[in-house]
Nanobody, 116 residues
């Protein structure tokens, strides 16, 4: 059974940094991409950053230059370094693994609160 577990969320002051981690267990084949999404209450889940199997990355416009995604395919882990955090980025952050044939796997989410 595939399981994704996020960690690293918490409370940080505006302008601060956090590093999220996601560890996957189980057998996952034909990975297309690994990524991070976030969702605020009452809003749709949105892409924050994604890295494909070939190493190509794409970021939401609002986080470019501040967030960096990284992954270790061999260990099925991924990371999101978040710098210069803003209060409006208070969200639940989810990690995602997208496969070519099975679809998406999701973590349970980790809460990030940006507040003074």
């Amino acid at each position: 059974q595939v399981q994704l577990v996020e960690s690293g969320g918490g409370l940080v002051q505006p302008g601060g940094s956090l590093r999220l981690s996601c560890a996957a267990s189980g057998t996952i084949s034909s990975i297309y991409s690994m990524g991070w999404y976030r969702q605020a209450p009452g809003k749709q889940r949105e892409l924050v950053a994604r890295i494909t199997n070939s190493g190509n990355t794409n970021y939401a416009d609002s986080v470019k230059g501040r967030f960096t995604i990284a992954r270790d395919l061999a260990k099925l882990t991924m990371f999101l370094q978040m710098n210069s955090l803003k209060p409006e980025e208070t969200n639940v952050y989810y990690c995602n693994i997208r496969t070519k044939f099975i679809g998406d796997y999701w973590g349970q989410g980790t809460k990030v609160a940006v507040s003074a």
